[in-house]
């Protein structure tokens, strides 16, 4: 017997779970993309972007996913043979800097390991030695997918500064936007890349470039600035066409403004509160689960480095592998496999599961996968401390 | 702060969660009506609604909803003046009763309370001093909505075998259809009422009757069967208008098609088995619950008279509604409230709620309401026993 | 070769063509039926129904079909025994009849044939022949589905009022609400019955009766009335699930919902405009189809008698069929069969066809019809005569 | 009055009618992105692609629109400083040209402006003329979307064998793929570049690179290639994700295998026959409104030069712009804008129009435009030839 018919649902770090009113406003045929009201709702998705971003800054739309809005910042950001200084906490920042590289870019990567935060005391000693300032810009994620590591961007921005170095703050927010707290311009944050398929809850198929005017002065005309890169014409259009270098994605538009429609509604403020207590909830459970039982435990140790939206632990191969198809099969939960921890033709593989928390979700929908993980274990006899449901209902019930 | 936003649950007893599956059969322009696949889809509608109830008889398709339902078999059981023998457990007895009542029905009650299941030698004597067999039916409810109490229908069979007497046994399986076990040829059952949005997953709009062919041949035409509910155009139409009287119901034929297609591939003895672990959850969680906290108590003291797809339940007023509340706006998580038990003018009326478990549901839909339900209790200080999640989980990762 | 891949064009009297706004609206899980937004939606609908009948009166709406409508006005007008006259000009009104025949009503019909309009001196006479004033009311349709007749409801008031005879008028207007200019109120009228599927672009499965407060005073409670006919507490309802007596249906109500909105966006009088407009277009094309062979004819000669939502008409067995045959498989428009005029089994049941132009139709889609039909014609070698879309054409570029 | 309510008809070239079948396909949430269905329909897609194609060769599938194909074609053929050769007959070859350009390509454009089609001969000169075969490839659209000029792409490879060059042969079939008769192999074609949003009738967000076994060797690794560009993980991928390089488009998905399915249920070669007679019945009516009337001409005088999905025509300046509102806003019909012929600030500019016959369109659709279109010459006084419509319902009728 399975108890997984009904809806089901996928907790893994992106995508994320579509709303129902995302995926009915995009159920619509092509539009004129000449003049009505595609036009208006365009128009009116700009500052709304500029808005969940925390910036008053340029934002430029590409159809495209996480990877091509790394390969758009880059274009921009850098000329030929310009240098990066790449801060790894996971798997996302080596995988930006492998971009930027094979891009033309000279990559320097600080790799801080899989489980431990940014070490900004490093980063600053390391611009400090720049003294000739070739670094142009710093390239870090705010949530690492991977790892769940959390970087905090005023310190590292306080580091930049400490050092006395120009280089461009860029910042990789693809697991975080609408998530967790980010406030481009009162952080100091230069560029910001991010996605569609998380946080802001549409499917996906959009990357997006934020950008402050300063950063487009500094930034110029790249080099590596191709037609579809180029981030000017898209923030700043003379033609409509020219927002998307083409074709626009209607479809995904119409999601997005829902989508957008929504954060506003609830208040974007709320919206990081909601991600927060809902990963103290995820987090109470592992706790418990992971107390006297040493083989389960989160990835990040500090509450205070972990992202609000995915939550990347330890079970112990070949647990892992095996709780996710359970919650799958039996339950009708889909958990995210680890990622960069170890190779996936390793066996040590198995020992890793991520829990999605991101965009549209709530208290029933996270409650009900701690459930299912824990009967998961009872079903497999994975061993695993007590309480964790009574303490992750305590964080909901309590909000403490 | 609320942890609503995302994915609602509704945990009513009715209508139930839609599958997405059946919203996109739905979503679907009207079809030519005369001829082509909607005739096609229909033919092979009628094999697989037997198939659901468990009857080789008849069954007509109403467009409508369950009280339709029941003034259909009415005006095909009964003529005017004829006697019917109603047996009552709850509130929607007495609604098929005042249904019949009304239409000219000499109605004869037999009323168990709220609580209580019917109490078969009671119905064996009744039916015994019947001598002049003047009542026509026994009609009565497989489950009671309201009550969540279970009526065992072979046993009412039999005593009605015991008796002797010729009555017809209608079953109102509103409630239960596609939940519980029911097997309307092996148990003896001449008439079954039901409606597509509970068990059968489709939005409300179709009430079902089955008949059989002995139930057919005693009716006969009734002085009651008017053009829109007599049974047998619609159950053995020549043209196709006659299977509605009328105008087809094209898009919940649709959505019907596309239910009863997720209940062939789940099978139907894993669909009642799934309702029967699930239920059992969250009886285990009541349980605890009330465990040395008799405020908090189910309606039904045996699990063997309980339903499966509906639970109702005690909190004492006014924490049925404070939780009710609280789980909607704070966690996302809609229950249904007490029926039938306190007038809803009656501050008792707040003592009082029911969870539905019918249909379209899972392990991680159930165990999340239920989380939910406790976060709930402690957010208001409501009184409770511990160990609930544990208990429902336990049944959920060992099936015990 | 085919060419009807692409969207097809349903160009049937009914279900007519469904907004994708209303598709869209309708996909949606089910709601809280016990509170919030549904009920809310509700209380808006009724002031919106009463605005499309033109009346202050009641309304009740029945989950059903047309045909549930006219047994829901028959319950209600009617007690056992009463006397109806019936108009009939087609086929409805005869189905009508049977209707309340079957109920127990006795019925008087006057049939004016399949192609002519009410002689309102006729029914004036026999009106004032009634002087004993048996008849309790005047049943008709404002359009006939089948024959395309449109009765003079003013008028026939007028004849009513003439023969100083107390009878209540009730108007079936399934067939024309929402396309034909219709106002219940100033016209006279006391019942009216329509449903959702055609001129309210909403998909089959939601009745209406909309009745006068002095026909609720004159009706009382009649004898017919079940709980589930009865129009007194759908209309005034105590509690919510009293509006549908039990449960709602929910999806139904987003899709009226969205459908009543775009008749309030578009302007009821704007409607009708352009339903008179498009019902002149296809006129025209007939007009000049037939002008010299007249094997090609509307049904209705006069076009002051003719709907402004559907026209039937006559193109020789068995051309009709043939031709109805071809523009679905070759072009994708689906006409409409002949209803009424031949028996189905008769060879010259392939003579006839009707084109509907109700609801969800515009300018495109019904030149677009026309085209095809000629199209068809020159495909099959069906004679018909020069000019039809110049002149089609005509009337929707100078709408003259 | 307005006669536009009902479905609008978007008769632009792209994006084009969307399907409600696709539509309906992608009204999906996010799937299991690591293992399970979504995995075995991608599989499943590949082939189809190929198919639909014509060659057994490569695909690369980009989130991205038609620029972004131009994109990915340039990065992988050329590197930095290579020279291409482009043929430009419209808008569309100039903007390829543009985009390789602006990536560092030497480009060398062959314009044979607006209105005529490619002269072969001069592009065999050119290539003989290239005795250090420095041009690496011909670049050239199928049908320009602009001027909806056909390149008759066996003669360009025969004149590309003629001249004995070995340059690679790319073509444009943005506005074509799944319209006009295209086969990559049998014609010699070793790169191919399209996108979802026209004949593939999927909303706006995929492009696709086919590229023969030849080309990829020819290629190797060019140094424009970056990461999202790289056509090699994309065809022959390791890992899921380099499909996309990074996150896959999973709604964009769902609608194309529905879109492939639905191509080939009809059957390729009827899919193009579809367009070709729709395409000539469009002619057939701008032939009869130009007799006699030379102000209104097709762009392109030989019909053998013409596109089957777009037809570019005169009108006479402003009438092409007031017909284009006039059909928008009174008949529910969106035609495409001039493009290229003069800039959008000169009142030539209001002298052009392009009707869209792409993709998911049948003979009502297009027939329905026609008429719209003269309704709207009558409406707004545009002197015009008679006969239009009788010319372009015999093509239909007669096929010939």
């Known amino acids: 017997m399975t108890l997984a018919a009904g809806r089901p649902y996928l907790a893994i770090p992106g995508p994320s779970v579509i709303p129902d009113r995302v995926l009915r406003a995009m159920h619509r045929g092509s539009p004129n993309i000449y003049e009505g009201p595609l036009i208006e709702l365009v128009a009116g998705l700009m500052p709304d972007l500029r808005l969940v971003a925390g910036t008053t800054g ?12 790394w390969e758009a910042a880059n274009a921009n950001l ?8 790449v801060l790894a906490v996971g798997q996302f920042g080596l995988s930006w800097a492998n ?4 891009m033309g870019v000279e990559v320097e990567v ?7 935060p940014v070490d900004m005391g490093r980063v600053e000693a390391a611009l400090r030695a720049d003294t000739g300032h070739r670094i142009k810009a710093v390239l870090t994620t705010q949530v690492d997918t991977a790892s ?7 310190s590292l921005r306080a580091a930049m500064d400490a050092a006395g170095h120009p280089a461009l703050l860029a910042v990789d927010c693809i697991a975080s936007l609408g998530c967790d707290e980010f406030r481009m311009d009162d952080w100091g944050v230069d560029v910001m890349v991010s996605a569609c398929q998380k946080g802001l809850m549409t499917p996906p198929g959009l990357a997006f470039v934020w950008f402050s005017e300063a950063a487009r002065l500094r930034c110029g005309r790249s080099d590596l600035a191709t037609p579809y890169w180029a981030w000017g014409p898209r923030a700043e259009p003379e033609e409509f066409w020219q927002l998307w270098d083409g074709t626009a994605p ?12 929504m954060i506003a509604e609830e208040g974007l403020p709320q919206v990081w509160a909601r991600h927060h207590t809902l990963a103290r909830t995820v987090w109470a459970a592992f706790d418990a689960w992971g107390a006297g039982n040493p083989a389960i435990a989160m990835n990040v140790a500090d509450p205070a480095h972990r992202g609000w939206s995915v939550t990347a632990a330890r079970l112990g191969a070949p647990h892992a592998t095996r709780l996710r198809d359970w919650c799958e099969k039996q339950a009708g939960v889909t958990l995210g496999i680890g990622l960069g921890m170890a190779p996936s033709t390793d066996p040590a593989y198995h020992g890793f599961l991520r829990v999605g928390h991101m965009g549209h979700v709530n208290a029933h929908m996270t409650l009900g996968a701690l459930a299912v993980m824990e009967a998961g274990m009872i079903a497999l006899d994975i061993p695993h401390g007590e309480g964790a449901l009574s303490a992750a ?8």
Do not use: Q, W
Not at 99 to 102: K, L, M, P, T, Y
Not at 110 to 116: A, H, L, Q, V, Y
């Open 250 to 261: 209607t479809s995904h538009l119409y999601g997005l403004r829902e989508a957008l429609d």
């Open 99 to 102: 971009s930027a590289r094979a």
């Open 78 to 85: 850098f000329n030929r043979g310009d240098r990066a200084l």
């Open 148 to 154: 769940s590591i959390k970087t905090d961007i005023p």
């Open 110 to 116: 600080m790799d801080f390991g899989k489980s431990s």
């Open 393 to 400: 209902v305590r964080v909901i019930g309590t909000g403490a």
């Open 58 to 69: 340029h934002v430029a739309i590409y159809i495209g996913n996480g990877h091509a809005g």
